[in-house]
């Protein structure tokens, strides 16, 4: 594919300007102000890794932080809820029934395996977040999704419904210590109701079989582009990847393509690891959002498509 991806520098890093927002700035997601300017919406973490949602404006083209919102946009859930351990976001999207973004809320029970349904957060007018329903996941496990589920992307499908793409755990471990962690697809005809199909994404054993985070750009002869994070072992931190679909439904892994790769000094703060895409249209150009070492500790940077 020839794709390049030139990075433009690092954004941001949490200063920890409030107790459920200590650490952490991952899975960065933009959403439009005006102008230049995005409300960048991110995961950070409480002194118990507890993640709940910040914020902060930057203006995209100046590449400059305009406000640090000292509070959180939206914190955890109860104990005993679906998302008592912690919301880690999706992206916003628009349906016919309003502005919404979904989320990985996070379950740790007690001397069990941690494990993650998918809540959905209502995103009102003036950029305020609540979680739709606190009670019951907007997608739990089911048998398609029997373990865990994690990072939806939603958008229109070009034909007047919605697709998504999710994290699904088959297994969490596969004999070589790492788990199976899927990325699968559903489809909507409102962005309300969804069917699940399954495993969408090619996945390769000691290669790339830990997933996360997709983040699709359609065009507009239907093909698409994904990019996503990835990992084949534990001992093998993660790295961008991408695939790409004639059809937006059938997809053809393509790690050679991706463009875009660690900062060649380890001490960077990108240097040992990137992660978590989000990639967006600008003023003619094609963005990526994407967290660096440490799963976002070290704060999240952007990087601009060049063809």
């Known amino acids: 594919m020839g794709r390049r991806w030139e990075k433009l520098g690092h954004l941001y890093s949490n200063p920890g300007l409030h107790p459920k927002l200590v650490s952490h700035a991952a899975n960065p997601t933009p959403v439009h102000l005006d102008g230049d300017v995005y409300r960048v919406f991110f995961s950070a973490r409480d ?8 914020a902060v404006d930057i203006d ?30 999706g992206n916003c999207h628009d349906t016919a029934s309003g502005r919404y973004i979904l989320f990985m809320g996070w379950q ?108 699709v750009l359609r065009h507009a002869d239907g ?31 393509a790690l050679e393509d991706t463009g875009i790769d660690v900062d060649p000094d380890p001490a960077a703060w990108d240097g040992q690891m990137i992660e978590y895409p989000h990639v967006f249209a600008h003023g003619g150009d094609t963005f990526m959002l994407y967290n660096g070492n440490g799963f976002g500790k070290s704060g999240f940077g952007l990087a601009v498509l060049r063809d």
């Open 47 to 54: 002194d118990r890794n507890r993640s709940s949602v910040g």
């Open 60 to 89: 995209i083209a100046a590449r400059r932080v305009l406000r640090e919102h000292a509070e959180p946009a939206l914190v955890h859930g109860p104990e005993g809820s679906y998302f008592e351990a912690g919301i880690s976001i």
């Open 108 to 215: 740790q029970p007690p001397g069990g395996h941690w494990f993650g349904e998918v809540g959905r957060i209502v995103v009102a007018d003036d950029l305020s977040l609540r979680v739709e329903d606190p009670g019951t996941p907007f997608l739990p496990r089911d048998a398609t999704d029997p373990v865990s589920l994690s990072y939806p992307w939603v958008m229109a499908d070009g034909a007047g419904g919605y697709a998504m793409w999710y994290g699904s755990t088959v297994t969490w471990d596969t004999g070589n210590g790492e788990m199976l962690h899927t990325l699968n697809a559903a489809t909507s005809p409102d962005g309300d109701i969804w069917t699940r199909s399954g495993v969408a994404v090619p996945f390769q054993l000691g290669v790339a079989q830990a997933f996360s985070k997709p983040a």
């Open 223 to 253: 093909s698409a582009d994904m990019w996503f994070s990835y990992r084949g072992t534990r001992e093998k931190p993660y790295r961008i990847g991408y695939a790409h679909s004639p059809d937006g439904r059938a997809w053809r892994l």
